[in-house]
């Protein structure tokens, strides 16, 4: 392999593929380097951790085909410190190095070879199952992808179950506490393979795509890879694969309220302020805040009062304005909850449907029907000191 490519370029590609680089202590070491190919004409950069694979093509002077695999974190922190000009590569294949040159720096790279390195599939167009607009796919993610576990003991809470259906996507995702869904417009509609899976993708590969392409111009394109135990997400110079879960996803339709006794809009921000100052106050006593909602009497507004105390700090109330319709009532949340999700909300008001203190709330954005946040209360009894 012999190309040139420019500085800039490269160390782009190399920060965007980085993420799917393995750790260190990984039992494959090959998947701690990046592959580098020549691919029609392109210098094709591409890292893998088995979970999720991505790939990334620049443009590239190419003089001889070839591949190499050389160490991620050395190649890419050599690459970021080249004067932003031209970079020449070519490989050594007797020795398996890379020889890398860049106006007055030559380095030597040790390398394994390419064929070692695991396949990463690739798309294919007359395979496209769906299209989805990258900012309604960013948003997607953003609004969903926080809510899964991390605990791998229990895998199928660790993933983001997507639903693609007629000219219609959706993504949920829970940790068994709290549930986030979030539902968009396809660009056109669907055309699903007989007996496709669901497609339950573990939420670091779907938070790696939206890093990747949520910001690019073109739809997302979404296929299955021909053994249907993983999916592609397709976009400009850019592909990123995700292997399925195979888990099955709580049934969780009927554990959202249909109802609701008492509804609570207020501003969004506000209410995000007042969380976050509560959660200071919050940390000795497992991150439970008080909400207690008072409904207005004419002419004052309705109240909903955020309160946290710990014997060792002190206690803290925040009283903000809301529009209240139903009954009184005090409940508990886990404050870093209900942080994590009002910072994902862009509406400017959210409302908040409760139908007791024990049972579970349903967070929406006002004026977009698309989403809601379903959250489990906290028994305030047991996490308040004494």
Known sequence: ???????????????????????????????????????????KVAATNLETGITCWIGAKVEGEGAITV??????????????????????????SLHIRSGRTDANLKGVDAQEFPIIPSFAPDAAMAF????????????????????????????VLT?????????????????SLRS?????????????PPLLIPARA????????????????????????QVIFHGENIDVVAQLI?????????IIPRKYDTRTVVNTAEFLKACRQASIFARESADAVRLTIKPGEDPLPGQLLVAARADQTGENLIQLEALISGNALEIGFNVRYLIEVLSVIDAPQVALETTGATSPA?????????????????????????
Do not use: W
């Open 132 to 159: 989805i607009e990258a900012g309604a796919l960013k948003k997607l993610v953003s609004q969903v992808s926080f809510a899964a576990s991390t605990d791998e003991n229990r895998p199928s809470l660790t993933g």
């Open 246 to 254: 195979e888990h099955k996803f709580p049934q969780y339709e009927s």
């Open 1 to 43: 392999m012999k190309v040139s490519c420019l500085q800039e370029n490269l160390a782009r590609a190399l920060n965007v593929v980085g993420r799917a680089v393995a750790s260190r202590s990984t039992t494959y070491p090959i998947l701690t380097h990046v592959l580098l190919a020549t691919d029609n004409g392109r210098l």
């Open 163 to 179: 639903k693609i259906e007629d000219s219609r996507v959706t993504m949920v995702a829970t940790d068994g506490f709290r549930l």
């Open 184 to 196: 968009s417009t396809l660009k056109d509609q669907a055309t699903l393979p007989e007996n496709a």
């Open 71 to 96: 160490p991620a974190r050395t190649f890419t922190d050599l690459i970021a410190l080249l004067p932003p000009d031209k970079i020449d590569l070519e490989v050594n294949v007797r020795t398996q």
């Open 362 to 386: 349903v967070i929406r954005a006002v004026g977009d029907d698309q989403f809601l946040h379903l959250i489990m209360p906290m028994n305030l009894a047991k996490t308040q000191p004494a």
């Open 206 to 229: 779907v938070t790696e795509v939206a890093r990747v392409l949520g910001d690019q111009e073109k739809p997302v394109a979404v296929s299955f890879t021909p053994s249907h135990n």
